[in-house]
């Protein structure tokens, strides 16, 4: 761009990314003035662009402005240590509601420019090092990776899981510098993987990464030069701190104050004292019909961020699971029940009680840890609960059509967009340098191999290699979904499994803890994976330089896990009893859930092992799982070639398999609101009132995200570390908040 030229004014709000390859035709008079003269959208290099990309993204660059400064980098360590506390707390709550990123994104903005106005134009002198305090106006650069800086810090948690798992259960306090370092080498595993498919999903514009597009949105609607209308500006940032404010005091209620809120049970209201209305409409331990909630904790923002198809497939299979099985196996006493709990994820001995699984495990004189045959010869089989079983089932389903799925839609793409580089896009990628990236690799490779031959995380050493093998080879297909849809998929447990069968020969240590270490190598690292590759299209949307996009990330990492770690400590010392399961907590928040699913798989997968599990008629059926996420995409496929005018492309069966392998065993309130509000802000005002969504939806949502992790902060700090309790009234029965009575 010449000096002094002023960029082409695009846009200020964004376009729902719903079915973005078959996207309408945008009235760009519903979404403020949009000059095409400039472009032409017919040559060759815009054609392969969709619509909702151009309508959104600007096209132009300013290779001068800033990125890393002094004033970015501050920020970056503020808003990534405040996003690591609040993610971390989330962990361990049964409901989870991620660090908004666009709280980030509004609130450095003000502080940025308020740097620039005020710090010394100083330049400090560490030689090649240098820099100024203050090199000029704060940028939409510097704004853009702080958000990046963020997002990354608020994210990786692994330093975290391996210790508590194993203080919460087996007793035992893991050194601090083996946490860190194999969390740090496992979120550095994360950009390795993320290095392999970069040149499809960032170079294609086909893979619009939707939660990418709508921070870009954002950062270019705050952009001064991008802001038109500075009265509409303005009333959005006084809506958004509105917003904000309401939902942090509200949350006091169903959080602390009144937290019967939390989850109206209408049916439990006329039938309090039916055991059966009662499991019906109870979201706590219950199906959860017809039960709303009034705590944005269990919405979120996904009511705005998610295409209004995937909320339904979300929400289709949350019927499945909760108002068809559950009932089913409940009172058709089926699948163990009631002798196993239907609602827990807990792991019983044949006749219903807790499964003693530390009894299985012995220590010889060296200080090996073995498996104790005669003792399971007497405690026999690890037993699930029926939610949890077909869990297991669903998440091998959705494993298997991840890459079915890959395979089936890519039929629809033409083979000349892969891979292909648009101009437009690239004009200012600097050159990839490829020893950066085996650095990245060898790294945390060598990092983690290091902590699993110290034998302190119980998992044998050839089992690594093919963790990083599996890790590597799912990383396409689950990225491929969550490109097209913002949808991600959780790896659920096929990684158990063949760990399983790996270390069924004798003299392999079968620790539940090498399980989790080796399933967090092989598959959680997908997550940091693909927060790494969103950000990365942030920047390549902003046109930030890749390798300071990269480096931020990596720092961002780096100094996020010890505060992880620190807060998890303070977790386990001052919430012990009720995440570790020996108290039940009265509002069925403080759980810790995800873990207790960890253990569960560790026992079931490795203590007892898939021969044994499998080789039971109960456990059996799981195996069909495969077939059956294998099929399912083909069948979508060809009645969508069948029928191409029904819209069976949108049912993603990726998406309906994870979503039926949520367990909502602790707390089943929270999707039949989500699907009404989202009903209502993404199919009717979206559809009907599209100059009202443009303006407001993505504001609000993040308002309202950003208020209840205020709320959870405040919480957290001023009454968490106190230890002060709310007396027991009407809105917070000792009994039971939601007054279903006769539920126990």
């Not at 309508?55 to 002094?70: A, I, Y």
């Not at 958000?147 to 035992?172: D, E, K, M, R, V």
């Not at 992790?709 to 917070?732: D, P, Q, R, S, Y």
Request: aromatic letters at 16%; glycine letters at 8%.
């Amino acid at each position: 761009m010449a000096q002094g030229q002023e960029p082409q004014q695009l846009p200020t709000e964004s376009v729902q990314p719903l079915d973005v390859k078959n996207i309408a035709s945008i009235d760009k008079k519903e979404v403020d003035s949009f000059d095409e003269s400039q472009y032409d959208f017919d040559s060759a290099e815009f054609k392969d662009i969709p619509e909702l990309v151009r309508t959104v993204v600007g096209f132009e660059d300013d290779p001068s402005l800033p990125v890393l400064t002094f004033r970015s980098i501050l920020l970056s360590a503020v808003f990534c240590a405040i996003g690591s506390i609040v993610s971390q707390l989330s962990y361990f709550r049964t409901t989870y509601a991620p660090f908004p990123v666009f709280f980030v994104i509004l609130a450095s903005d003000p502080l940025g420019r308020f740097m620039a106005r005020v710090l010394p134009a100083y330049r400090v002198p560490l030689g090649r090092f240098s820099f100024s305090l203050n090199p000029g106006p704060w940028s939409t650069k510097e704004h853009a990776i702080v958000g990046i800086a963020a997002n990354a810090g608020s994210q990786g948690q692994w330093a975290t899981f391996l210790p508590t798992n194993a203080a919460l259960y087996y007793n035992i306090t893991m050194n601090p510098a083996v946490a860190l370092f194999f969390g740090w080498g496992s979120s550095l595993l994360g950009f390795a993987f993320a290095a392999m498919v970069r040149g499809v999903l960032i170079d294609d514009p086909e893979f619009v990464f939707p939660l990418s597009l709508q921070q870009v949105t954002l950062y270019r609607s705050m952009d001064a030069k991008n802001r038109p209308n500075q009265t509409r500006a303005r009333e959005q940032v006084k809506v958004f701190w509105i917003l904000l404010l309401a939902t942090f005091v509200w949350q006091f209620l169903p959080e602390y104050l009144f937290p019967f809120v939390a989850s109206l049970a209408p049916l439990c209201w006329f039938a309090s004292r039916n055991h059966t209305v009662n499991f019906i409409g109870a979201g706590r331990g219950g199906m959860g019909l017809l039960n709303i909630t009034l705590n944005w904790s269990n919405i979120t923002s996904v009511v705005i961020t998610y295409p209004y198809s995937v909320q339904v497939i979300i929400f289709l299979a949350f019927v499945l699971t909760c108002w068809i099985l559950i009932p089913i196996a409940y009172f058709g006493n089926l699948w163990g029940s009631p002798t196993y709990n239907i609602m827990s994820n807990g792991v019983f001995m044949k006749n219903g009680t807790v499964y003693p699984f530390n009894d299985l495990i012995y220590l010889d004189s060296n200080g090996m840890q073995h498996f104790n045959e005669t003792k399971y010869d007497e405690v026999g089989l690890a037993y699930s609960g029926a939610q949890y079983t077909w869990q297991m089932f669903m998440w091998v389903a959705s494993y298997m059509s991840s890459f079915v799925w890959c395979v089936v839609s890519s039929t629809g793409i033409p083979a000349s967009r892969s891979g292909k580089i648009l101009p437009s896009f690239v004009a200012i990628r600097t050159k990839r340098n490829g020893r950066e990236w085996v650095a990245l690799t060898l790294v945390p490779t060598l990092m983690l191999l290091g902590v699993v031959v110290s034998k302190t995380v119980y998992m044998p050493i050839w089992t690594y290699f093919v963790a990083l093998g599996f890790g590597a080879v799912s990383m396409l297909p689950m990225s491929f979904v969550y490109a097209i849809s913002g949808f991600s998929i959780k790896v659920g447990y096929f990684n158990e499994l063949i760990y399983g069968y790996m270390i069924d020969v004798k003299g392999s240590s079968r620790h539940p803890l090498g399980q989790l270490a080796y399933r967090i190598i092989s598959g959680n690292v997908w997550y940091d994976a693909r927060i790494v590759l969103e950000d990365q299209k942030i920047g390549h949307y902003l046109h930030l330089p890749p390798r300071q996009v990269i480096g931020i990330q990596v720092i961002a990492n780096m100094l996020a896990l010890p505060i992880n770690y620190g807060v998890m400590r303070w977790v386990i010392a001052t919430k012990f009893d009720y995440v570790s399961g020996k108290k039940k907590d009265p509002l069925g928040q403080w759980t810790g859930q995800d873990f207790q699913s960890y253990n569960t798989a560790g026992i079931q997968y490795a203590l007892v092992g898939p021969r044994k599990l499998f080789a039971s008629d109960f456990f059996r059926p799981i195996l069909w799982g495969f077939l059956a996420g294998a099929l399912a995409p083909v069948v979508i496929w060809l009645l969508h070639r069948k029928f191409p005018r029904a819209r069976f492309e949108l049912w993603n069966t990726t998406i309906f398999f994870a979503s039926a392998a949520v367990f909502y065993g602790n707390l089943s309130t929270g999707p039949f609101t989500t699907f009404l509000v989202g009903t209502f802000t993404n199919f009717f005002l979206y559809r009907y009132r599209r100059v009202f969504w443009n303006k407001w939806a993505y504001i609000s949502g993040a308002a309202l995200d950003t208020g209840f992790n205020a709320n959870l902060l405040f919480i957290f700090i001023f009454l968490g570390t106190t230890g002060a309790k709310m007396v027991h009234w009407w809105g917070n029965n000792a009994d039971s908040v939601e007054r279903c009575f006769a539920l126990k």
